[in-house]
């Protein structure tokens, strides 16, 4: 997977700067790649809500003990909410730190805005688009899940098989049995798929990198360098000093050998930049590699693919530092409080629109005073950042089940 990545970030490196000298024929072969790197996105994709499903009403229905279920909730959601507010407070030390204080002219911004195809119309109606709370929360719990599952609503999905789980565990032993075997064994098969899926990944990563690589080169990275920089390095220090040290501390657990079972599904979460293509992948390093209990992998890692963004939350500390300073605004421990709270809260919604990550800062552009007009250019560089930050997501789901996973063995 790693060299299907270096492959492809060469190749569209190459095509980039043809095309710039009006030798545009190797671009054109790049772009051709899409369709392939669509397909593979498409065979991962498409065991992921039968995959989930499956999965989490084993995990459920196999605890027995409801009181179980309430525990595993109570220590998932305290990791995913503890390690986002350090992640929250990582960025924006690290965006008060080292990001300079000059401002982009005009002319930079619209460059930059033509680059992301979009304007400030465009995000405030895709902003629009995203529940509030009362919304939120009236929507968890579907009317009709075959629908939900059909649209790809991920939350929805999840309450409906966590209750469909709690009641098949109050059933007694002989009756739940059948249910927990019919599950396993749909969920066995979906991970031979898998299994056959990532034969194919290196190359499946190298169409979808190239073409992406060869239509926008470096351009877009030489304009905000520093920004960029300060994401990758901000995601790999959240990385290294909260997620492994985790692994180490809590789960007694290796990093270098976490690291090793977890790198898969690290680079399809980098190369698609979503941590449902994901999905597949760690559920078979959980089980196959880390040999964690079902029941608790079953349960965390999904519900993390829908609610746990660590590794966003880093970036979008930094984000709302960056556009403050390329729009001269003066952001201060005030502005950095009201934002923290923002991107919080951010974090616990899913946001289902293109550059979700990015849309969902307009509460925090709007409690901190920033320009609506500054998401247009974090939408120009999103991509690259998007990589690094759903690459640490991803991570973030797999330590959240080791950890959980080993706290629950002690007990």
């Known amino acids: 997977m790693g060299i299907g990545l270096i492959a492809g970030l060469a190749l569209g490196l190459a095509a980039s700067g043809l095309a710039k000298q009006d030798h545009p024929w190797l671009a054109d072969r790049v772009l051709g790649l899409r369709p392939v790197g669509t397909l593979f996105l498409n065979l991962l994709t498409m065991v992921v809500i039968p995959l989930i499903a499956t999965a989490l009403f084993a995990g459920i229905a196999k605890l027995g003990d409801l009181r179980m279920v ?3 909730v109570v220590r998932t959601l305290a990791f995913f909410w503890a ?5 929250i407070a990582l960025g924006f030390l690290l965006a ?14 619209d460059a930059v805005r033509a680059a992301a195809g979009a304007d400030a119309t465009v995000i405030q109606r895709a902003a629009e688009g995203i529940p509030t709370g009362a919304q939120f929360i009236s929507q968890l719990v579907p009317a009709n899940p075959f629908k939900a599952a059909a649209d790809g609503n991920l939350l ?4 409906f098989v966590t209750i469909f789980g709690i009641a098949a565990a109050s059933l007694p032993p002989e009756k739940r049995a059948p249910l927990t075997s019919i599950a396993d064994a749909v969920t066995d098969a979906l991970v031979r798929i898998v299994h056959w899926v990532l034969l194919v990944a290196p190359v499946g990563i190298f169409a979808l990198v190239a073409p992406f690589v060869a239509q926008v080169g470096w351009k877009l990275v030489f304009a905000m360098l520093g920004f960029i920089a300060t994401v990758i390095l901000g995601v790999l220090l959240f990385i290294a ?9 809590l789960a007694r657990l290796g990093p270098l050998r976490f690291l090793r079972v977890a790198f898969p ?7 698609t930049t979503t941590s449902m293509a994901a999905l597949p992948a760690m559920l078979d390093a959980a089980d196959r590699n880390l040999q964690l209990p079902r029941p608790v992998s079953g349960f965390v890692l999904p519900l993390g693919v829908t609610i746990n963004r660590g590794g966003s939350a880093v970036f979008q500390a930094i984000a709302v530092v960056f556009v403050a300073r390329l729009y001269g605004i003066p952001f201060g421990v005030e502005q950095v409080f009201a934002a923290g709270i923002a991107v919080f809260l951010a974090s616990l919604t899913v946001a ?4 979700g990550g990015v849309i969902s800062l307009l509460p925090a552009f709007q409690a901190t005073g920033l320009p609506v007009a500054g998401l247009t250019i974090l939408i120009g560089l999103d991509r690259i950042s998007d990589m690094f930050r759903t690459m640490a997501n991803a991570t973030g789901h797999l330590v959240t089940a080791v950890v959980v996973s080993a706290i629950e063995n002690r007990k």
């Open 241 to 249: 000093i909260i997620y492994l040290p985790s692994v180490w501390l």
């Open 265 to 271: 599904s690290m680079m399809v979460a980098f190369s």
């Open 96 to 109: 008060l730190t080292l990001l300079p204080q000059t401002s982009l002219t005009p002319e930079q911004q």
């Open 352 to 355: 289902a629109v293109p550059s």
């Open 83 to 87: 390690t986002a507010i350090l992640g």
């Open 156 to 159: 929805p999905i999840i309450v």
């Open 70 to 72: 309430g525990r595993l």
